[in-house]
């Protein structure tokens, strides 16, 4: 059974950081791209983040410069480095594998950004 199991969610302070963790079971994960996507309440799912099977990256223009996507495959997990956090930054961040030949998604990490 494939599981994504986001962690490391939480409040964080406008300017502060927070690492989001996804870590993977049930296949191998160096295979695939995965990426980091976030949902704020009342508006659509959005990319955050990708990064290949290659390591190359991409970021939505919002997040670059603050956020950085990086694997571990040896541990089977996907990382989100979240560095000078705003509060519009404040959603439920996701993480996704890409297929093929399916894609996984993750449940979901709360984060918040508030003073």
């Known amino acids: 059974q494939v599981q994504l199991v986001e962690s490391g969610g939480g409040l964080g302070q406008p300017g502060g950081s927070l690492r989001l963790s996804c870590a993977v079971s049930?296949?191998?994960?160096?295979?695939?791209?995965m990426g980091w996507y976030r949902q704020a309440p009342g508006k659509g799912r959005e990319l955050v983040a990708v990064?290949?099977?290659?390591?190359?990256?991409n970021y939505a223009e919002s997040v670059k410069g603050r956020f950085t996507i990086s694997r571990d495959n040896a541990k089977n997990t996907v990382y989100l480095q979240m560095n000078s956090l705003k509060p519009v930054d404040t959603a439920v961040y996701y993480c996704?594998?890409?297929?093929?030949?399916?894609?996984?998604w993750g449940q979901g990490t709360q984060v918040t950004v508030s003073s």
């Open positions: 990064i290949t099977s290659g390591g190359s990256t």
């Open positions: 049930g296949l191998i994960l160096d295979i695939n791209a």
């Open positions: 996704r594998r890409y297929g093929p030949p399916n894609d996984y």
